[in-house]
């Protein structure tokens, strides 16, 4: 009950390309839906959060949508680009404890030239 | 700011011996986390700190690995003995407990 599920575990897009990546979860007690990026050698940071009283989250080139009946989020990244290929996790948590994060397995993205 | 503060950033040893990991938070976050990232996995809590008190630490493997926060700033995880599947990446993050968590970059420990 506390998994989240990610996919894809792969994505290859062109430059300008509109990857997506899915996540679901099970435990409605979850209240704080970030997501992180990685790049090789480095910590995750944070890219963008959601609250589930909201449906949408746009912030820049990177938005969330957020489907709390079906318990299910996803990222968008608009006209992607090379320096966006990275590894991106999704995490859900609690709004009164963020850190406390149970991790989506990661979803390598490459952005082709 | 200064970010959270990690070292080593690598570290090879051999099975059945002992090592140490450090972290320094970000001045002021009463939060810290430790995680445990496999390669090709997202990375798992392992335990986490409010101040120098340990408020969740049921992921640890007790048997083998322990953590302290002394005077609630920085933060030492050990593995004793260390077994060939705990190579992977250790995270520490720490979190002023409104906001985000951030993490450092990590120690990559690999186990022969």
């Known amino acids: 009950q506390q998994q989240v599920k990610q996919s894809p575990q792969s994505l290859i897009v062109q430059k300008g390309g509109i990857p997506i990546i899915n996540c679901a979860y099970e435990?409605?007690?979850?209240?704080?839906f970030p997501w992180y990026q990685q790049f090789p050698g480095k910590g995750p940071a944070l890219l963008i959060a959601?609250?589930?009283?909201?449906s949408e989250k746009k912030e820049g080139r990177f938005t969330i949508s957020f489907n709390k009946s079906a318990k299910q989020f996803s990222l968008h990244i608009m006209d992607s680009q090379p320096g966006d290929s990275a590894t991106y996790f999704c995490?859900?948590?609690?709004?009164?404890?963020?850190?406390?994060?149970?991790f989506g397995q990661g979803t390598t993205l490459q952005v082709k030239p | 700011e200064a970010g959270v503060a990690q070292s080593p950033r690598y570290k090879i040893i051999e099975k059945r011996q002992s090592v140490a990991f450090w972290c320094n938070p970000i001045?002021?976050?009463?939060?810290l986390y430790w995680y445990q990232q496999i390669l090709g996995q997202g990375p798992k809590l392992l335990i986490q700190?409010?101040?120098?008190?340990?408020?969740?630490d049921s992921q640890l493997p007790k048997d083998r690995f322990s953590a302290e926060r002394l005077k609630g700033v920085d933060s030492t995880l050990k593995i004793q003995p260390a077994k060939l599947e705990d190579s992977a990446v250790y995270l520490c993050?720490?979190?002023?407990?409104?906001?985000?968590?951030?993490f450092g970059q990590g120690t990559r420990l690999t186990v022969v």
């Open positions: 959601i609250r589930p009283d909201v």
């Open positions: 995490a859900a948590s609690w709004a009164s404890n963020t850190g406390k994060l149970i």
């Open positions: 700190f409010q101040n120098n008190g340990v408020v969740d």
């Open positions: 435990n409605t007690a979850f209240d704080y």
């Open positions: 001045s002021g976050h009463a939060t």
């Open positions: 993050a720490s979190s002023d407990g409104r906001g985000a968590a951030f």
